[in-house]
């Protein structure tokens, strides 16, 4: 076995409540689903033991109902005061 | 970040969609860096889209003596970045698009808002006669991508990584509007834009990253003792 596939290993095979512990330490991440992106897609992609790690990141105009239904979803969720749609866009 | 300090996280990891299918791999990564260089101010990660010429040994070239090279290669961004909640956060207006101008094909200056918040930072302690030097580790994962299928290519052609590995990777298709090569170009005149308005020097810029280290990140993040051992 190469070395590189040991420590794969190693990272696969930790049990389960250590992984629970370990994961609770960690900061919290900031994703940043901001412009023209389908947000469903996009958290579909988290891997579910960090799903309550990720606190998501909106634009000041993002709909109102598109929030709700997030938050209904139980995802953590923080509107920007500033940046706009239509900025995000600008910047990517 | 206000949320972050509210719930007093010492860190906080800002992360740009179409990377969160591997926030895992980032953890550990930081976990491992953490553990090796603890209390930093930032634990920011090189990857091939954001950066340039980044590959297995490129975290070993990075030297300050051409900038441009060197920013280009190692500049702090916001696309993988854990921070500590007491560093300034992306509060500057040069980050604006079209705020520093636009290079000659009419590509707006701008972006990497992290990168010319820390050189405002700098500017501003610089005029109090003080120098501002985070101590920030630069993590460079090269197999990391949302896109670029030359490069998922290029790793199961060389066997440097078994196949497990790059399955588990699960490589996602762009999301980005703004080209490679576009944003190379932008992040060049930005540079180069953003120094003449602060007045940064290059002898600046070698300070302000004089607390920077670069390192690869796979080995110290599972813990292998001697980072030295080849991987390959």
Sequence with gaps: ?92 | MRDAKEQNHAYLFSLSSGFQRHVGMFYSMFEGMRQRYPNQDAYYFILPETHAGVSLGSHKELRTENIMDFLCRGFPNETALIMRTSMPFFETTLSQKGNLGTTPEGIPLGGMEFFLTLLDTYELYKDEGRIFAPAMIGITLPMLTRSTPSLVDFYRRSHELPSSVLDSLDFAPALEVTSSADKLARRIGTFQAAMKVLAITEQDIRNLFSRTQFEFGIPEAFGFEDSNTPII
């Design chain 1, 1 to 92: 076995m190469k070395p590189i596939e040991r420590v794969w290993k190693r990272f696969l095979d930790r049990g389960e409540d250590k992984e629970r512990k370990r994961i609770k330490r960690l900061p919290p991440v900031f994703l940043r689903l901001f412009g023209d992106i389908d947000y469903q897609r996009q958290l579909r992609d988290v891997p579910p033991k960090f799903r309550e790690k990720v606190v998501i990141l909106t634009t000041s105009d993002t709909p109102s109902e598109l929030i709700e239904s997030l938050r209904a979803d139980r995802w953590s969720v923080v509107r920007s005061r500033d940046v706009t749609n239509e900025q995000a866009k600008r910047n990517a």
